[in-house]
């Protein structure tokens, strides 16, 4: 099983998961429990009216889509390189050296804290204690997605609980005060979804510009971005082809193309700028330029192209196994 030993990153995904669990809690203790328990349930397991039971039911399953979107994002591979040659004819070929000379494909960035190239890195994420990565993208935009329905619907719930407090007093000069217990409770959890709402909405709105744009966040910042087609094909690309699996938490992606082009952005593009890429290589996480190489593909392994030697001027082949350098 694919799981990344960061430290920080194992503190922030156990965080997050304690956060979820409270806000649960408090939802089914402190609104749940008091608006729709009855004594004569349809189920005995489940001490509810019927539009008790099914709100219960759609928010316990948002959670769960929720866990298992996150679970799968921790522990799947986001996309280790798993050719290790180049295809005939490719060109330009570069190599990592953090990875023992491995071909590098054009939309593969070394991570630091994986600890090798990830094919369409978008960035390390340690709330997922993870890369996201193009195997992996899915899960993590559903986790995105469940999670901030489970925190709006959390927010409507506590204020709807909140207004219908106020509207059974019989003036609010008299209105006894209400259980310390679930004043805390919901004040810490509305914090919570608010901060939620606002974080997620952000990355999700990232996740769409990547789709839209085929272009990752380390992409972004380094100017550059796949092949462009429309937004569907991108989307089937993270997503896969059937739409029946598109919320599932389930691996449906499309196999990765390693030899798709990393192509320059036009130099007006998006951020009016020069066209010139930034160093931002410790903030996304990735091994800089400095680690890679572009190389001649020969029988013998991958070597740095010698100064001076044209591209493609000399013949390469198949290459069979893991190279060595000379
Ligand atoms: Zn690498
Ligand atoms: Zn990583």
């Given at each position: 099983m694919w799981f990344i030993c960061d430290p920080f990153g194992i503190a922030l995904g156990t965080l997050t998961w304690v956060m979820v669990i409270f806000a649960d809690w408090v939802v089914c203790r402190h609104v749940i429990d008091v608006w729709f328990a009855t004594d004569?349930?349809?189920?005995d397991w489940l001490p509810y009216t019927d539009a008790g039971a099914t709100l219960f039911a759609f928010y316990q399953l948002t959670i769960a889509l929720s866990f298992i979107s996150h679970l799968r994002a921790v522990t799947t591979?986001?996309?280790?390189?798993?050719?290790h040659s180049p295809p005939?004819?490719?060109?330009?070929i570069k190599q990592c050296k953090l990875c023992r000379d491995s071909w590098k494909p054009p939309r593969a960035h070394h991570c630091k804290t994986c600890r090798r190239c990830i094919f369409r890195m978008d960035h390390h994420c340690p709330w997922i204690n993870n890369c996201v990565g193009q195997a992996n993208q899915k899960f993590f935009i559903l986790f995105l997605g469940y999670t901030s329905t489970a925190a709006v619907v959390t927010l409507i719930l506590l204020a709807c609980s909140a207004a219908s407090w106020l509207w059974n007093q019989p003036s609010l000069s008299e209105a006894p005060l209400p259980g310390t217990a679930s004043v805390i409770c919901g004040g810490l959890v509305s914090v919570e979804c608010i901060a939620v709402v606002l974080f997620v909405s952000d990355f999700l709105q990232e996740q769409i510009e990547s789709i839209t744009q085929n272009s990752t966040l380390v992409e972004t910042y380094q100017r550059s971005h796949g092949t462009r087609s429309s937004f569907t094909n991108h989307f089937k690309a993270i997503?896969?082809?059937?739409?029946?699996?598109?919320?599932?938490?389930c691996t449906s992606c499309m196999p990765p193309?390693?030899?798709e082009p990393a192509i320059p952005d036009e130099p007006?593009?998006?951020?009016?700028?020069?066209g010139q890429q930034l160093d931002d290589s410790d903030q996304l996480g990735i091994a800089g330029g400095e680690t890679e190489a572009s190389a001649q593909w020969s029988p013998e392994g991958i070597r740095p192209r010698r100064p001076g030697a044209e591209a493609g001027g000399e013949s390469r082949q198949r290459h069979t196994g893991r190279g060595s350098p000379e």
């Open positions: 004569v349930p349809r189920f591979d986001p996309g280790t390189i798993s050719q005939d004819n490719f060109s330009p997503f896969g082809a059937s739409w029946l699996w598109w919320p599932v938490p193309d390693y030899t007006d593009y998006a951020y009016g700028g020069s």
